[in-house]
């Protein structure tokens, strides 16, 4: 399996902060990384898929970028409803594999 | 407005096969290109990806529980589901379907709102 290990596990910011976290995968997987935001007692929500593309309907504030084995999440100026925790997951092998989490908390 | 939607028992004794359905409104299940699939978070962490299942039956499992998943295709009732043999306490949590689109590079872009799933005697 390919491993997805994110960093850091927690953050704090502050509402207005630019903030980047950072996925990385164990092996190349190319493109093909999707990022995720889950808000507790909710489903996972869809915000990038293939590395950079921003899904339909998910705010310009959330960016993607990488490739290979490095990615990035970058939100430009945190919303106080960015506060929740963010997946990213590897769809290059057809054994998906999810990171273990970034939980982004209110400083 | 795609939606989806889990149904199944809440509680399974352990050693028994957990059973779960996945009903797909809103749009149709036997459309080329996308997978349905199964991901599962246990209380606290992270998520896991079971399965994804294709209109005609196509099937791929996680390696990990491969041994121990099934999962089945309805077009009739525009339904997927869902079956873990031999569970036991590591098995409890909550299990979310969701559209798995091979057309944005294999993505789970709609979700169900998750089920949980207790496993004990």
């Known amino acids: 399996d390919i491993q997805m290990t994110q960093s850091p596990s927690s953050l704090s910011a502050s509402v207005g902060d630019r903030v980047t976290i950072t996925c990385r995968a164990s092996?190349?997987?190319?493109?093909?990384l999707n990022w995720y935001q889950q808000k507790p007692g909710t489903a996972p929500k869809l915000l990038i898929y293939?590395?950079?593309s921003l899904q339909r309907g998910v705010s310009s504030r959330f960016s993607g970028s990488g490739s290979g084995t490095d990615f990035t999440l970058t939100i430009s100026s945190l919303q106080p409803e960015d506060f929740a925790t963010y997946y990213c997951?590897?769809?290059?092998?057809?054994?998906?594999?999810f990171g273990q989490g970034t939980k982004l908390e209110i400083k | 407005q795609l939606q989806l939607q889990e149904s199944g028992p809440g509680l399974v004794k352990p050693s028994e096969t957990l059973s779960l359905t996945c009903t797909v409104s809103g749009g149709s299940i036997s459309i080329t290109s996308y997978y349905w699939g199964w991901i599962r978070q246990p209380p606290g962490k992270g998520l896991e990806w079971i399965g994804s299942?294709?209109?005609?039956?196509?099937?791929y499992y996680n390696p990990s529980l491969k041994s121990r998943v099934t999962i089945s295709v309805d077009t009739s009732k525009n339904q997927f589901s869902l079956k873990l043999s031999s569970v036991t306490a590591a098995d409890t949590a909550v299990y979310y379907c969701?559209?798995?689109?091979?057309?944005?590079?294999?993505?789970?872009?709609?979700w169900g709102q998750g089920t949980l799933v207790t496993v004990s005697s």
């Open positions: 997951q590897q769809s290059y092998s057809t054994s998906y594999t």
């Open positions: 299942i294709y209109y005609s039956g196509s099937t």
């Open positions: 092996q190349s997987i190319r493109s093909s």
């Open positions: 293939a590395a950079s």
């Open positions: 969701a559209r798995d689109n091979w057309i944005d590079g294999r993505v789970f872009d709609y």
